[in-house]
């Protein structure tokens, strides 16, 4: 169960429950689609910018408890960050959960993203956890209008 | 007339213990997962193998791998042989008239393609109406929609209760000198609905209409008769009734294939070939371009073999037993609900728990060793008519015991325990 406890952290459990920014919002510079077409696991970010920084963010949709809380976790962690910023957690999000950094010496440096470290034993959770940065990614790139896990 | 039932029940218990001394058939089956003894609960997704299918495979390649149909060496004559011997197992199998009208395909998805990019374009031009269900996998819809994209066709949908049954009036309603052809699934991959499909038949044949039958869901559970069914076309694949992937069959009427177009061009579905003009072969090769997966039909003819060892009316009785139980328990399950209530139902269980995702328990499942399908089984048009994006879905098969079923009751009260 330790490697199961790892993966639904209290974090976790607790962004599923009560998604933050889990809203559309008004006037949003960009929306993007996000699927996996495995799972249908499907969400929408919406994106205000304010030159390079975002001004805010927010997200709608439906997926499992590891998807959702990441989008959630990734709302709340972005909001007001350049994307310059935003391309650093980013990558320290995919070095995460693809397990080739180690949580527990970074935890200043990851933050809430720690909540996440139990991703990378579940090799069939990783497109989960990814879904929503992929396509907050997507928004800030300017590339299309829907990404896709597959 | 008590002594009379008492006896039918005795008679009963043993079948279900020859059944279940089945299991150990399956060398899979033995295995342990993240620790714990693996419960294979994902016998719609496929079906593991008995020790004589894997033997059978082993035993090709190490003794008879050799091209068919070409070769006029021992090794060639031998593989031609084998692989002639299986399609005929599939035309007993089947009670197909002919061993011609079997066409060995990679499995029910290329079935289904040979016959709406063959057989489609010749009937159905713009207007004309193709009929399937709402319960169709993927694989029963997209053909059909690419056949209404080249054609101008229009594809119809038979709608289905809340118990996940087709609405026979209204399927006879949609039923118009308009439809070409309808295609329907025998049993639903998703909700484990059997339909009646002899009837449906019957009712597109009073109209002069063909039908095909998506059967793969339905041979590992029970005796499929085509002639009894009238079906004009009836597709399944071998990796859900015990044989290899990358196998499959297609049935068809003789009258209605040999008007058909090839489906593939190549080696072996040609009788002669110039620049100028080809010559087709006959049926069933005219089908069945280029080197096909010869150990994997062998294999088939094997699962076959098997299959026609075992009672299967035994098997039907047994996994119905194993279907009641499991609905049972799981019912006392705060939150859950069944998606698919038939009356006539095949031993699948799709279910979802409120607030928490299937996926999320298929990960807390598999860590007790359990393993299910989470998602939306390529059937998303029937999830969209629950109002679900996914489900969890537990299918059985006749190695499957009612202590597995405990376990996996067990690990559904720990996903809400994590989760709930």
Redesign the interface.
């Known amino acids: 169960m330790s490697a199961l406890r790892e993966l639904y952290q209290q974090v976790i459990l607790d962004h599923n429950k009560s998604p933050r920014n889990y809203h559309p919002l008004v006037d949003p510079t960009r929306t993007v689609d996000g699927y996996n077409p495995l799972c249908g696991d499907h969400y929408k970010i919406y994106v205000k910018m304010d030159g390079d920084r975002i001004d805010d963010v927010s997200f709608t949709g439906t997926g499992c408890a590891i998807s959702k809380a990441s989008a959630s976790v990734m709302s709340a962690m972005v909001k007001g960050k350049t994307r310059e910023e935003v391309e650093r957690i980013f990558n320290d999000f995919h070095a995460l959960v693809t397990g080739s950094i180690d949580a527990d010496k970074n935890l200043d440096r990851l933050g809430k993203l720690a909540a996440f470290s139990g991703v990378s034993e579940f090799p069939a959770r990783v497109k989960c956890a990814s879904l929503a940065w992929h396509t907050l990614h997507a928004a800030l790139q300017g590339t299309g209008a829907s990404v896709s896990t597959e | 007339m008590h002594t009379v039932t008492s006896q039918s029940d005795q008679d009963l218990k043993d079948r279900f213990l020859a059944i279940r001394g089945c299991r150990h058939h399956f060398p899979l089956l033995r295995q342990r997962v993240n620790g714990k003894p693996l419960v294979y609960f994902d016998n719609a997704a496929t079906s593991q193998k008995p020790q004589v299918v894997i033997d059978t495979l082993m035993r090709y390649y190490e003794e008879e791998n050799s091209n068919i149909h070409r070769g006029v060496h021992y090794l060639s004559e031998r593989a031609t042989q084998a692989y002639e011997a299986a399609r005929v197992k599939v035309q007993h199998f089947l009670n197909a008239a002919h061993h011609r009208e079997i066409i060995f395909v990679r499995g029910t998805t290329e079935g289904i393609n040979l016959v709406s990019s063959t057989y489609g374009p010749m009937k159905v031009g713009p207007g004309d109406e193709i009929l399937i269900s709402t319960m169709e996998h993927h694989s029963n819809i997209v053909p059909w929609q690419i056949l209404c994209e080249k054609t101008g066709g229009v594809l119809r949908v038979i709608p289905i209760n809340d118990a996940g049954e087709i609405i026979l009036g209204e399927y006879e309603k949609l039923l118009t000198p308009r439809t070409k052809i309808v295609a329907l699934t025998h049993v639903s991959n998703a909700l484990g609905t059997i339909n009646p499909v002899r009837k449906m038949i019957d009712l597109a044949h009073a109209q002069g209409i063909p039908v095909l039958i998506d059967g793969a869901q339905a041979v590992p559970h029970m005796k499929v008769d085509v002639r009894e069914l009238d079906a004009d076309f009836y597709t399944f694949s071998a990796h859900k009734m015990f044989g290899p992937t990358g196998v499959g069959i297609l049935y068809g009427k003789t009258k209605l294939l040999d008007a058909m177009p090839p489906y593939q061009g190549g080696g072996d579905m040609i009788k002669s070939v110039t620049f100028e003009k080809t010559i087709y072969n006959d049926l069933p090769y005219k089908f069945e371009a280029g080197t096909p997966s010869i150990a994997g039909g062998i294999g088939l003819g094997a699962a076959i073999d098997y299959m026609n060892e075992l009672d299967m009316a035994g098997v039907a009785a047994f996994e119905q037993e194993l279907l009641s139980y499991a609905t049972r328990l799981v019912g006392e399950i705060p939150g859950l609900r069944i998606i698919g209530t038939a009356r006539e139902k095949a031993g699948v269980l799709s279910f979802v728990i409120e ?6 328990i298929g ?2 499942l598999d ?1 007790e060793g359990i393993a299910i399908r ?3 089984h390529c059937a ?1 048009p029937v ?1 969209q008519r629950f109002g679900v ?2 489900t969890a879905r537990a299918s059985f098969a006749f190695y499957n015991t009612k202590e597995e079923i405990d376990v996996f009751i067990g690990a559904l009260r720990k996903v809400i325990e ?2 709930g």
């Open positions: 607030g928490i995702h299937p996926h999320d990960t807390i860590d989470t998602g939306h998303q999830m994006p996914a994590v989760l």
